[in-house]
């Protein structure tokens, strides 16, 4: 795709990101390893290329969801990068995480039995991390399976990493941080009076690291969304612009009328590129150094948005609209969607065409 | 990827598409030719698969809305195959459509200039169509363009199509609909009776193929949602099967608690894969043989619902939880998450494994 036929541009600052990382290593100190979480090919921006401006930065710790894009990862990160999997050895993969000399964060017995049983078979120690259940009840070992763990040590594990997550670090005030604090620190306890080896702690994403409380940081932070402050822009081009007469009525189910004469103008991108059709009718743009509200349903792959009032040479001047960036703040745009700025991200669509900074 | 390295798998039925698309060429009749709606990557199904699924199935008229999906088509689409770009000829991208025969949908008094100019650049006659707003006010000509272009008829250019779309073909009963027809049959008759050359008409999509009227059919149609009724399912591997106590919480926010013992499966999807996070504590998927509801917020990577009363060892025997498909239908699905099967369809991540059936 050139810039000529793409419909919208995602503009990703290299730099940015590489500094966002720095302040959060910054704000949790030097008995803390900051690391980056790049899953989902990193929130939709583009792994490969934020790992390697990480890894030029300090960053030496990496996290993804598969062993997919671990692997994606280690094209572009030297052997001295960690590069951890969160969801752990699934059946069958066990091989590649030795091919690309990745960790696996094991969160169920099975997982644990599985790494373990293939050291054995290779006769040597795997690298390995654990993830600990304190609360968000989704992955991580329970109480019980951690007490397995201290009594049937895996012998062909070396576990130099336990993580675990916290549910509500949003909110610096929930009581629920402090049950997890605790939990997690007990069940670090009982597994280093069982592991042979010592191992490092991380309890903290973004929102940990914001805790005020140091006790949070651990030794490893995990931020993921934090990276990307002011770092990400999105500008789709004008189709079309066109008047309209009073009455006339804009988009699918015709939800918008005016009612005077007006001026419309047509983005080149729709739900179709993850923009959210929730942003019918209540999103905005940033046009010609003015903000132009969406009118009318967003369609797959078009957006209308209201541009009477504003200057028409202006307009015609004006190939693109800001669709989230410097006007548009993403966190605002994310609101008025109903959802968050990450899960805005990564829906991002294949046909923007990408232009990553440095 | 693999399948084992895979979270999840998507599975598209290129029989039933086929299927599904000559079940439009029926209901329409033999008169009106049903071309296919391939945009967006084929709503993120596949487009280069799909597409040459139709034509093996009789389909010669395929649409996209940019320039670079129509090229990849035209790399699976004989020259028989005739593309239409939707978003017509964008700035400098006029060379492109000529490299790869494809024929611009053209909606601005600009892209006429431009399309022409290189016809008479290159001194020989262009294939074109023409989209006329007959009331989205999104895309397409207004009345006085379409006057403009009867009087100052383009030289280079053989218009063989002109299109419109229909705004409100989803309820039969809008007055809309008659509007919109009468204004495009208007704007036709001025254009018929200016052009040189005759024309096929077309105004419906999916649903003006439903309206029992067929005047609405015109000489083709364009169906698009219609080609994917029951043929697409989306599978996700559980990744940890856990019990859980009262009062334990579950999730972000940890806006689930429980009342009682419970038990919890954790799925291989999350909103980073297009699962809308609008789903937290109200969808639902389909577990073992029983239905089982998500609990908790969508996490990027991992959703949770509540598998409490499934019989554990049937649990321990099925890898899989389908997300939609045939006990979890589309629809029904992207109702409760506040959308349209097309938006759930269009944010499909890259990172499922995909199975086509033939």
């Known amino acids: ?11 990703v600052d290299l730099k940015k990101i590489a500094d966002n990382w720095q302040a959060v290593q910054k704000r949790v100190g030097d008995k803390t390893q900051a690391a980056a979480v790049l899953k989902t090919d990193a929130y939709g921006l583009g792994a490969q290329k934020i790992a390697a401006a990480l890894y030029h930065a300090g960053c030496r710790a990496f996290f993804t969801a598969y062993v997919f894009e671990a692997a994606a990862l280690r094209q572009v990160l030297p052997e001295d990068a960690q590069i951890y999997v969160l969801h752990g050895v699934l059946p069958h993969t066990e091989l590649d995480f030795l091919k690309y000399n990745l960790i696996p ?3 169920t017995p099975r997982q644990i039995t599985a790494w373990n049983h293939l050291g054995h078979k290779e006769n040597r120690i795997l690298p390995a991390a654990l993830h600990v259940d304190t609360g968000m009840t989704r992955l991580g070992l329970t109480e019980t399976d951690v007490n397995a763990v ?13 993580v675990s997550h916290l549910a509500c670090a949003d909110d610096a005030q929930n009581p629920k941080n402090a049950e997890q604090l605790k939990r997690f620190d007990d069940l670090c306890t009982r597994l280093r009076a069982a592991l042979p080896d010592p191992f490092k702690e991380s309890l903290s994403a973004t929102d940990g690291t914001h805790l005020t409380n140091p006790q949070y940081y651990k030794d490893l932070v995990r931020p993921g969304i934090a990276l990307y402050d002011n770092a990400v822009s999105l500008e789709a081009k004008v189709l079309q612009i066109q008047d309209a007469m009073p009455d006339q009525t804009v988009g699918y189910g015709a ?10 103008a047509t983005l080149a ?3 179709g590129d993850g923009y959210p059709r929730t942003l019918s009718d209540r999103g905005y743009v940033w046009l010609a ?3 132009a509200p ?9 957006t209308t948005v209201d541009v009477t009032g504003i200057d028409l040479k202006e307009l015609l001047n004006t190939p693109t609209a800001e669709i989230f960036g410097q006007h548009c703040p993403i966190k605002e745009i994310a609101k008025l969607a109903g ?10 669509s294949k046909r923007f065409y990408r232009i990553y900074m440095d």
Chains 1, 2 share one sequence.
């Open 1 to 11: 795709m050139t810039p000529e036929q793409a419909g919208a541009f995602l503009t």
């Open 105 to 107: 964060v094991l969160s």
């Open 150 to 162: 201290c009594t049937n040590v895996p012998a062909y594990l070396n576990i130099s990493l336990v």
């Open 255 to 264: 939800t918008h009328t005016f009612d005077k004469n007006a001026r419309v």
């Open 269 to 271: 991108i729709g739900y």
């Open 289 to 291: 150094g003015k903000k």
């Open 294 to 302: 969406i009118i009318g349903r967003i369609s797959m792959d078009l």
């Open 339 to 348: 959802t968050i700025d990450y899960e805005l991200l990564t829906n991002l």
